[in-house]
């Protein structure tokens, strides 16, 4: 178990699918009562319960409560509607997961505004506007609280034909440190875990191909993909007692990308 969880209140923005599924089966797994929100897709989300209801046979002992809540992250009045609805029902929320997110690929000079615009709404946006709901509702019940951002690998490295993704992570790196060092001592901690490249349903086109698998690997010191599980392990710890002493940090969890991986052999004079 990973303690000073069970029993506490955790909502999951973008928990319908990938990584943000996992999430939340991994908080009810360790006794968390979660609250799911999805964008749009019924269907996705429904299966997510699904599994959720399989994990609780696991984990009855806990006792539950699930939520599943429909909601667009970049529009205020969704968040508003979001946060009113899980207090409601819950009284209170102990954790907030800022898991939504997408990605556009094209060409940074042929991409429209429209289309960066809406990356950012939603990835950085979004995640500010719930992390000021929840950060408003721990003020007004004097209550600790933590905050984790799935940020990705790219809040550092570039990537090419991903412009709008990559400033995107990079605004919420600086919304991490900026917050966490703003309420560090009112109680609320705010971190991010930063993926490296993972096995989810989003990347499909890579882990379906054998070779642009093997291509993608090869960047990555420790030679392998990396699971949604590992992923949500580092968010359960992160919210967990265990790391009572931990914020503004960027947990990376990326098998060694972020270290450079074409410098592994020596290119500069000695």
Same mark, same amino acid.
């Given at each position: 178990?990973?303690?000073?969880?069970?029993?506490?209140?955790?909502?999951?923005?973008?928990?319908?699918?990938?990584?943000?599924?996992?999430?939340? !089966?991994?908080?009810?797994?360790?006794?968390?009562?979660?609250?799911?929100?999805?964008?749009?897709?019924?269907?996705?989300?429904?299966?997510?319960?699904?599994?959720?209801?399989?994990?609780?046979?696991?984990?009855?002992?806990?006792?539950?409560?699930?939520?599943?809540?429909?909601?667009?992250?970049?529009?205020?009045?969704? +968040?508003?509607?979001?946060?009113?609805?899980? !207090?409601?029902?819950?009284?209170?929320?102990?954790?907030?997961?800022?898991?939504?997110?997408?990605?556009?690929?094209?060409?940074? %000079?042929?991409?429209?505004?429209?289309?960066?615009?809406?990356?950012?709404?939603?990835?950085?946006?979004?995640?500010?506007?719930?992390?000021?709901?929840?950060?408003?509702?721990?003020?007004?019940?004097?209550?600790?609280?933590?905050?984790?951002?799935?940020?990705? +690998? %790219?809040?550092?490295?570039?990537? *090419?034909?991903?412009?709008?993704?990559?400033?995107?992570?990079?605004?919420?790196?600086?919304?991490?440190?900026?917050?966490?060092?703003?309420?560090?001592?009112?109680?609320?901690?705010?971190?991010?875990?930063?993926?490296?490249?993972?096995?989810?349903?989003?990347?499909?086109?890579?882990?379906?191909? *054998?070779?642009?698998?093997?291509?993608?690997?090869?960047?990555? *010191?420790?030679?392998?993909?990396?699971?949604?599980?590992? !992923?949500?392990?580092?968010?359960?710890?992160?919210?967990?007692?265990?790391?009572?002493?931990?914020?503004?940090?960027?947990?990376?969890?990326?098998?060694?990308?972020?270290?450079? *991986?074409?410098?592994?052999?020596?290119?500069?004079?000695?």
């Amino acid at each position: 178990m990973m303690k000073g969880i069970a029993g506490k209140k955790v909502l999951i923005t973008g928990g319908s699918s990938g990584i943000g599924q996992q999430i939340a !089966i991994k908080f009810a797994e360790y006794g968390a009562d979660v609250a799911i929100n999805y964008y749009r897709d019924l269907e996705e989300a429904e299966a997510t319960e699904d599994a959720l209801t399989w994990c609780r046979a696991r984990v009855a002992r806990f006792g539950h409560k699930d939520l599943l809540i429909q909601a667009d992250v970049s529009k205020k009045e969704d +968040v508003d509607r979001m946060f009113d609805t899980v !207090i409601h029902e819950w009284g209170t929320i102990d954790y907030l997961i800022n898991n939504a997110g997408i990605q556009i690929a094209a060409d940074s %000079h042929e991409l429209t505004v429209e289309r960066f615009t809406r990356v950012i709404n939603t990835n950085t946006i979004g995640a500010f506007l719930c992390a000021q709901r929840a950060i408003q509702h721990w003020l007004e019940q004097d209550k600790a609280g933590s905050i984790i951002n799935i940020s990705s +690998v %790219h809040q550092i490295i570039p990537k *090419p034909r991903f412009v709008a993704y990559s400033v995107s992570k990079g605004g919420m790196q600086n919304l991490t440190a900026t917050l966490a060092l703003e309420y560090a001592g009112r109680k609320i901690r705010v971190n991010a875990v930063g993926p490296g490249a993972t096995v989810t349903p989003i990347n499909r086109a890579w882990i379906d191909d *054998p070779e642009k698998r093997a291509q993608v690997e090869s960047h990555i *010191p420790m030679g392998r993909a990396g699971e949604s599980e590992e !992923i949500a392990e580092a968010v359960a710890f992160l919210c967990s007692d265990y790391a009572l002493y931990i914020t503004g940090q960027t947990l990376y969890v990326d098998g060694g990308l972020t270290l450079y *991986p074409d410098f592994r052999v020596s290119w500069s004079s000695e």
